[in-house]
């Protein structure tokens, strides 16, 4: 069903986007759109009646306070907010006790160099498949003081931690993205006839999830190459200077290093590990795995963000057993840290609360802005356009709404009806379309909850990862577009992906020797030394 507010539903996204990249203040910017949303939504009411408040001042007063407060009081909401206040506490513990200072120490010898660092990063992002909010600030704390030492812009490791948390998830059989796909698409499927459904209707769509594997390889090309494009050319050369800009200031209060020279680099590692290991158990076991389920039924029905809470919980506990015996802090020290922690996550929460709110204001019981975008995707799309359509129909969807499964709840419908009726046979290729999209549309929305996540992660501004990330993301988005083109032309899924790859390859080695021809006419011109 399209929107009843037509154009007027994509106001509140272009007003929080384009006020937070002008004012650099994501919060005021979010609460704005907010705000104008809820005020299209009484002024431009085709039914008066339906409004809890109908006067023009005080009804969008009213809603906005009433969707913020359904917003945080939703249960998801709840328990998400307590993962990242726990984990926020125990990074700071980390941090006090001295296990991040040792661990950067002990790495000192085995990553010596930015291309090392950044490729560790992606090896750890991708490693950590289970689930994207827990990889987004697992990998930021874990890596930060390494890059920080090799003078690494914290927007360069924003980036990487972004471009493979989604993207590696929703690739993975057994995340819980890729639950809530099966969960999406399996009904459609079988209501309009396909053969194959479930899980074997997912592993097809894999080889056609161009953006998501375009921007792994991305990633390393970016990595090995030290590739910096649009606003991160600058973030790159302050942070060698010293003098890193994008970095987000936290609240350190109690970080007084507390007996710091016995700490060891395993005092940082271990309680991560756990973390890692308690989050798969808890999954499995919040999906029915201990009641006789079976890992893929487990996954499927696992609460995986109560599963996050229960894991950090634990290891919050085995970090009290680990320190405290030993001297590295005391229990003042650690309810101290664990608090200074809660307060660095504040922010964070703020955003994803009034993310959560603008999503609720283009949801379908307001301004219906999803339906409205995906309406917009003619039904006699020819069957060698229906996969690129798709992806950018679905991209818009992801980019102005922020929510990545939301978008797609509302594509997977309509892909689905229109490619059955107009070439069914492009059913894992339209499939795949969806899923790249959302990807897509998430990396380059600043309101999705997973980029908020990954500049939370990284300690890096939000609006510079966003502003920094953009450049990144169009240029995979580009490519996996021609891939889209290709693929609907051989009707060969791994043929498609090669050259996907390969066309992924050739841009990124262009970008590289144009950015190093531009880097070193700017040396030049400045009179600096290259450096090792």
């Not at 689930?131 to 890059?147: E, H, K, Q, S, W």
Request: aromatic share 10%.
């Amino acid at each position: 069903m399209a929107s009843a507010y037509g154009w007027l539903s994509l106001v509140p996204p272009i007003v929080a986007i384009t006020m937070a990249i002008k004012t650099r203040r994501p919060i005021s910017s979010l609460l704005a759109g907010v705000f104008v949303g809820y005020c299209i939504y009484v002024w431009f009411a085709p039914d008066k009646t339906m409004l809890a408040v109908a006067n023009p001042v005080l009804g969008p007063f009213y809603e906005t306070i009433a969707a913020l407060l359904d917003s945080f009081a939703d249960p998801e909401s709840v328990t998400l907010f307590a993962f990242i206040a726990i984990l926020g506490g125990i990074v700071q513990i980390l941090v006090v006790a001295g296990g991040a200072e040792a661990f950067a120490s002990w790495s000192e010898a085995r990553i010596h160099s930015r291309r090392s660092a950044q490729l560790a990063t992606f090896g750890m992002g991708i490693s950590i498949l289970i689930d994207d909010y827990f990889n987004a600030l697992t990998v930021g704390n874990v890596m930060r003081p390494i890059t920080d030492r090799l003078h690494i812009s914290r927007a360069k490791l924003a980036y990487n931690i972004d471009s493979t948390s989604a993207p590696d998830t929703i690739l993975f059989p057994m995340s819980s993205w890729v639950a809530t796909c099966v969960l999406l698409i399996s009904p459609l499927l079988e209501q309009y006839g396909f053969p194959d459904t479930g899980l074997l209707a997912f592993l097809k769509t894999i080889p056609y999830n161009y953006y998501s594997c375009l921007t792994l390889l991305f990633v390393i090309l970016v990595s090995w190459w030290d590739i910096n494009i649009g606003p991160m050319v600058e973030y790159e050369r302050a942070a060698r200077e010293g003098h890193d800009s994008t970095r987000h200031e936290t609240v350190d209060e109690y970080a007084g290093r507390a007996a710091t020279n016995k700490a060891q680099a395993l005092d940082l590692m271990a309680p991560m590990l756990v973390l890692a290991f308690l989050a798969v158990f808890f999954m499995l076991g919040t999906g029915g795995i201990y009641k006789g389920a079976s890992v893929v039924e487990a996954m499927q029905n696992a609460n995986s963000t109560l599963a996050l809470v229960y894991a950090g919980v634990a290891t919050l506990v085995f970090v009290y057993v680990l320190y405290i015996p030993r001297g590295l802090m005391t229990v003042d020290e650690f309810g101290k840290a664990f608090m200074a922690g809660l307060k660095d996550m504040i922010d964070a929460m703020a955003m994803l609360l009034l993310a959560w709110t603008v999503s609720k204001v283009m949801g379908d019981e307001v301004l219906s802005t999803g339906p409205f975008v995906a309406s917009l995707v003619p039904t006699t799309t020819p069957p060698v356009l229906l996969p690129l359509t798709i992806f950018i129909a679905t991209g818009a969807i992801a980019f102005t709404t922020g929510v990545s499964w939301g978008a797609m709840a509302i594509m997977i419908p309509p892909a689905i009806a229109i490619c059955a009726r107009v070439a069914p046979e492009t059913i894992s290729m339209v499939l795949g379309g969806v899923f790249a999209g959302v990807i897509f549309g998430d990396h380059c929305s600043p309101l999705s909850d997973t980029t908020i996540l990954s500049s939370t992660g990284a300690g890096c501004n939000h609006i510079d990862h966003v502003r920094s990330q953009l450049p990144y993301a169009l240029v995979s988005g580009a490519v996996a577009c021609v891939a889209f083109v290709f693929v609907a032309l051989v009707r060969n899924p791994w043929a498609g992906l090669a050259f996907g790859l390969c066309a992924m390859w050739a841009v990124a080695y262009l970008l590289h020797r144009y950015c190093d021809r531009a880097e070193a006419t700017w040396r030049e011109a400045h009179d600096i030394v290259d450096t090792p």
